[in-house]
């Protein structure tokens, strides 16, 4: 692989409304930090999210260098990074100075002391994410990159599935949580037993059109409040 080759491939144009959660946080910051300790060439990494049309955002890097190289490009709406999370599959640019096609980054590139860098979109459930790979010297990544990172891409999906049921699981424990404090509070409020505080919330959840995890938070935090007598629930009969 000679210095200049660019290699490019195209991809779907997937978006996803929402900020990315914890979970997944987590296990991406994971997969930069592996990715620099792994791939070939690879001097630093960071892993660049895009949430529906809210601006790209580095989730993890492993060196400053690497969030700065990010945030030009973002600026620039240019360069590898960019690409890879908003088009291409695949981008590897090994030769920064030399670029043609991307004038306006690469020498801004060159000036953080970066000689080559790649770019590969991984996505998951509708999530769109770019695993980006910088090197210090011109040249530096080769056909064992092309392959590792290509490897690392597609463990990404079965790590960021895995990282979605964790959210799920920590979701429905909250949901459970949330609902059982509010019941409790709407027992001694009411003067009425479990079922019909449970009665009370699902009710209200269908009136208000409002999901009853949410309710439940409104009941707990004191923000819930009463639009009609109907609202109230009936008193306890023994």
């Not at 692989?1 to 296990?27: F, I, L």
């Not at 801004?108 to 770019?130: K, N, S, Y």
């Amino acid at each position: 692989m000679d210095g200049t080759r660019e290699t490019r491939g195209r991809a779907s144009d997937v978006r996803r409304d929402g900020p990315v959660p914890p979970a997944r946080h987590v296990a991406l910051e994971s997969l930069a930090q592996s990715a620099a300790r792994n791939i070939p060439g690879a001097d630093f990494v960071s892993v660049t999210v895009r949430s529906g049309n809210e601006p790209l955002r580095t989730l993890s890097a492993t060196d400053p260098v690497a969030e700065k190289a990010d945030h030009v490009q973002y600026d620039l709406h240019e360069g590898p990074c960019y690409a890879a999370v908003t088009d291409d599959r695949f981008v590897l640019v090994n030769d920064m100075a030399a670029t043609s096609e991307f004038p306006r980054y690469g020498p801004r590139a060159v000036d953080l002391g970066i000689g080559a860098q790649a770019a590969i979109q991984l996505l998951h459930d509708g999530e769109t994410a770019a695993l980006n790979l910088y090197a210090r010297h011109a040249g530096a990544f080769d056909r064992d990159t092309v392959q590792i990172a290509e490897l690392f891409a597609t463990q990404a999906g079965a790590l960021l599935g895995y990282a979605s049921q964790v959210e799920q699981l920590s979701e429905a424990l909250h949901t459970r949580t949330d609902i059982g404090t509010a019941i409790g509070i709407l027992m001694e409020r009411y003067r009425i037993d479990r079922h019909q505080a449970f009665a009370f919330l699902t009710r209200n959840s269908q009136t208000r059109n409002i999901k009853v995890r949410l309710l439940a938070q409104q009941v707990i935090d004191g923000t819930f409040e009463a639009t009609a007598g109907d609202d109230a629930p009936p008193p306890h009969r023994p």
